[in-house]
């Protein structure tokens, strides 16, 4: 069964991560895949999420990959990374259809971050002074609509920046290839008749967390409500709307001390203001009706044009 091959390629990634790593014959010239990381503002001591993006596919690309790998380099020193959560892009519906053909995979196989089975795996070395991420998403099965094929974001890193960090001080996250037997390359692609077909990749901008000071999210007791400009949904205020909003407006609904949004975040999440709630110092300012509004329009079942919903 094809699908035993790739099951494979995900149990060596305890030793240093496979998929495609034999006999790859067949170079898709001119064919792209493109990957951003996010860059992102965080503080000491702060709690972040930051996104690995796939920008761009094509050429034969457009049709997606069934297996892809590549690494995240990061300094130990500076940032921990606490848990990495697959995004829309990497979920297929994979990882149930290739269950339902072999339920056995399920018992067999144990994943290398200790999860239940999926197509999605990772396993985290040190390397010279350098935490490396080994990242791997691969299914065996032959029909592409079970392929990733879909721009967006791949996986989400959440970890907390160091206390010692320094104000101004630039955190890179790097994509990188897997340090494995002399391979250099970022890998994308899929199998033809038992030959590895893999598309040129790059990363067009690197992932980077940049320290700001306390005081950018201290109130301005100068400002009101309506002095600020929103971005509607960009409730951690970083610049960008993503599931890290999601996150951001949860935390501040269960403890908003802890979750310590800036007013601009709290301006941008009010997407309900039917309740004409326009307190910066509000508690409830951010509630459930704006966090269904949020997962609407990051689904894009609405726009920006439906904000703010006043009625």
Known sequence: MKAKRFVSAVSALAITASVMSTCVSVSAAGEN?????????????????????LAELSGEAIQGFSGCEFAIEYDPAKISIDSIVEGATLKTGATDAE??????????VTMVNKGNYNCFDYNIVERSGKNV???????????????ASKEGTMLTLNGTVYADAKEGE???VNVVAIDRDGNKDIVF??????????YSAAVAEQGLIKIVKDSVDQPDPEKGYDDYTPLWGDVNDN???????????VKFMIDPEVA???NQGKVNGNLDQSDKNKDLTSDTILGARDLVYLKKYLLEDITAENFPYVK
Do not use: H, R
């Open 33 to 53: 895949v493109i990957l951003k990381g996010q860059q992102i503002e965080s503080k000491a001591g702060a709690e972040f999420s930051l996104d690995i993006n």
């Open 99 to 108: 269950l339902d053909k072999a339920p056995g995979i399920g018992d067999e």
């Open 133 to 147: 991420i080994a990242v791997l998403w691969c299914t065996g099965l032959d029909s592409s609509k079970y392929w």
């Open 170 to 172: 630039e955190i890179p």
């Open 189 to 198: 692609g899929y199998v033809d008749g038992g030959i590895d077909k893999v």
């Open 239 to 249: 610049g960008s709307v993503t599931a890290s909003d999601l996150v951001a407006m």
């Open 260 to 262: 310590d949004l800036t």
